[in-house]
C-alpha cells in the first residue's frame, strides 16, 4: 500500500508543475481563482468570460514549458458573462 504521505507529495509535484491552462488550444489562462493540495487531491478553480469563448472545448493543464500534464474534451457553453471552472486530479493507487 502507498503511503499517503508520498500520495500528497504527488498531488503537491502536480500543483507546483500546473502554471496555465489551455482552453480550445487557443485562449492561456494563467491567473488562478484556487489553487491547492487536500490529501491526494490537487484542485484548481479558474475563470472564463463568455468574450474568450461561447464554449468550451478541449481543457489542457500545462507545464511552463507546455508539455501537458492533463486534456480533457469537453462540452461547456458560456452563456453568461463569466463562469468559474473546477477541475480536481486524485492521486490515488489502483489495486
Known amino acids: ?8 507529495e504527488m498531488a503537491t509535484k502536480i500543483q507546483t508543475d ?7 488550444n487557443a485562449i492561456t489562462i ?9 490529501d491526494s487531491t490537487y484542485e484548481l478553480k ?3 468570460t463568455s468574450a474568450q469563448t461561447t464554449l468550451i472545448e478541449n481543457i489542457k493543464l500545462q ?9 480533457n474534451d ?10 468559474q471552472i473546477r ?9
Open 1 to 8: 500500500m502507498i503511503q499517503t504521505t508520498y500520495l500528497t
Open 18 to 24: 500546473v502554471t496555465k491552462v489551455l482552453i480550445n
Open 30 to 38: 494563467n491567473s488562478f481563482v484556487l489553487e491547492q493540495v487536500t
Open 46 to 48: 479558474f475563470n472564463v
Open 63 to 71: 507545464k511552463t514549458d507546455n508539455t501537458v500534464i492533463s486534456d
Open 74 to 83: 469537453v462540452s461547456i457553453p458560456i452563456s453568461v458573462s463569466e463562469i
Open 87 to 95: 477541475q480536481t486530479i486524485l492521486v490515488d493507487e489502483v489495486t
